[in-house]
């Protein structure tokens, strides 16, 4: 079973800052299955970045995404009043298919 | 636009059944492998079963197999999860979502609450 790892819990940032998130997997993930994600409290999660990189429709330059293998960093490069939420990482595998991250929280300095 | 409308929650005893729905929209439904993903209050994001479009291949979260039931109406566009023997430990908002590329979900309902209590 894939572990994902997301770190730090909590970042505290001002608006304007650059925020990196960390997700770091328990095995290897194939085929740059690996997604992050947006939630609101209320809402139900946004797609961002899929297949490490790729960033969904609509979505801002500002969101960014990279890594490889085991280590992947989620970056949002200035940060603006509506990013302030909960970001998760996921994979797509084997048992289980899906899982995700514990989630990271960025909130106001 | 894509849409996907879930139904059937509600506050169920333990040992309890609930069938959730999902109606789609604005996209081929038939085309996609959808999901259900659930939230515990507070709580993180869990995968709880898949369904392939051909509506045979599907997974399962070991924590709800066995009791959980995921089935798709490719004519009617609507999910479905059948749950039975539910546990305080299943209380969650419970979302439907569409398969993305690289094994990403690209759209999420806006759930629909079941709350497993005596």
């Known amino acids: 079973e894939i572990v994902l790892t997301q770190s730090p819990g909590t970042l505290a940032l001002s608006p304007g800052e650059r925020a990196t998130l960390s997700c770091r997997a328990s095995?290897?993930?194939?085929?740059?299955?690996l997604a992050w994600y947006q939630q609101k409290p209320g809402q139900a999660p946004r797609l961002l970045i899929f297949?490490?990189?790729k960033r969904a429709t609509g979505i801002p330059d500002r969101f960014s995404g990279s890594g490889s293998g085991t280590d992947f960093t989620f970056t949002i490069s200035r940060l603006e009043p509506e990013d302030f939420a909960v970001y998760y990482c996921?994979?797509?595998?084997?048992?289980?298919?899906?899982?995700f991250g514990g989630g990271t929280r960025v909130e106001i300095k | 636009e894509v849409q996907l409308v879930e139904s059937g929650g509600g506050l169920v005893q333990p040992g309890g059944s609930l069938s959730l729905s999902c109606a789609a929209s604005?996209?081929?439904?038939?085309?996609?492998?959808m999901y259900w993903v659930r939230q515990a209050p507070g709580k993180g994001l869990v995968w709880v079963s898949r369904?392939?479009?051909?509506?045979?291949?599907?997974k399962y979260a070991d924590s709800v197999k066995g009791r959980f039931t995921i089935s798709r109406d490719n004519v009617k566009s609507t999910l479905f999860l059948r749950m039975n023997s539910l546990r305080v430990d299943d209380t969650a908002v419970y979302y439907c979502?569409?398969?993305?590329?690289?094994?990403?979900?690209?759209?999420w309902g806006q759930g629909t609450l079941v709350a497993v209590s005596s």
């Open positions: 979502a569409r398969g993305g590329t690289h094994g990403s979900i690209d759209y």
């Open positions: 604005g996209f081929t439904f038939k085309d996609y492998w």
């Open positions: 369904i392939h479009s051909d509506e045979i291949q599907i």
């Open positions: 095995q290897t993930i194939d085929m740059n299955h």
């Open positions: 297949g490490i990189s």
């Open positions: 996921q994979q797509y595998g084997d048992s289980p298919e899906v899982t």
